[in-house]
């Protein structure tokens, strides 16, 4: 049976992807407290992290938020499967015209960097 913690991380994260058949979570505790692992599809990766990774710490403020209700302490892992963002990353070097190429070496966030997060 899920916990209140595990079932609220699924309900928040299902609302805001495009894959809610695809939220799955893992809850394991040990000493340091509750850990849950998020798996979500690769596509909603971007909807989960946000701009600056914004969603995700806010994720984590509500989830440890639930959890200190009951005297728990709980984090917020998101799954990433292994090689995945540098695949991401080769992709999109391969389709970037040569001139966002530049523009995204510099550092600064493109128009096609949003567009890759879902933004």
Do not use: C, W
């Not at 809850?27 to 909603?44: A, C, K, P, S, Y």
């Amino acid at each position: 049976m899920a916990e209140k913690d595990q079932e609220f991380i699924e309900y928040l994260v299902k609302s805001i992807v495009n894959h809610p058949e695809d939220v799955k979570t893992e809850r394991t505790v040990d000493e340091r407290g509750v850990l849950i692992t998020l798996h979500i599809n690769q596509e909603d990766m971007g909807y989960v992290i946000g701009r600056q990774g914004q969603t995700a710490r806010a994720l984590r403020i509500l989830l440890k938020t639930v959890g200190a209700k009951s005297d728990a302490r709980v984090n917020l892992k998101i799954f990433e499967p292994e090689g995945e963002r540098r695949a991401h990353h080769e992709r999109r070097a391969t389709e970037m015209p040569a001139a966002e190429k530049r523009h995204g070496e510099s550092g600064l966030v493109s128009d096609s960097d949003l567009a890759d997060l879902g933004i």
